[in-house]
């Protein structure tokens, strides 16, 4: 499964960006998808997660209420809609394919990895 992520930049504390994540697979809609991030000198750090149906979905306490997980699966594409963003929310994004439909949340239960998108909030 090839991921290709976009829509990452810098923008000032308080904005908003929108990230979206292709992927160029018909089996789309029968894996779970989730957004990771990783600042510099940090781990790789869940983000948001949404299962294959989009019924269950998972944000980190860091971002529930400003981060909302979305996908369409007629265009095999997930998005992470980022609001009043703060300069801790800095950090390489990189979205993520699971091999079950189910929602995952750990890194080690997503099989394939987008490039990953810089997103720099200013202060």
């Known amino acids: 499964v090839q991921l290709q992520a976009s829509g990452g930049g810098l923008v000032q504390a308080g904005g908003s960006l929108r990230l979206s994540c292709a992927a160029a697979?018909?089996?789309?809609?029968?894996?779970?998808m989730g957004w990771f991030r990783q600042a510099p000198g940090k781990e790789r750090e869940i983000v948001a997660a949404?299962?294959?149906?989009?019924?269950?979905?998972y944000h980190a306490d860091s971002v529930k209420g400003r981060f909302t997980i979305s996908r369409d699966n007629a265009k095999n594409t997930v998005y992470l809609q980022m609001n009043s963003l703060k300069p801790e929310d800095t950090a390489v994004y990189y979205c993520a394919a699971s091999n079950t439909a189910l929602l995952v949340f750990t890194t080690n239960s997503y099989a394939y990895w987008g490039q990953g998108t810089l997103v720099t909030v200013s202060s």
């Open positions: 697979r018909s089996t789309f809609s029968s894996r779970a």
């Open positions: 949404m299962s294959g149906s989009s019924i269950n979905t």
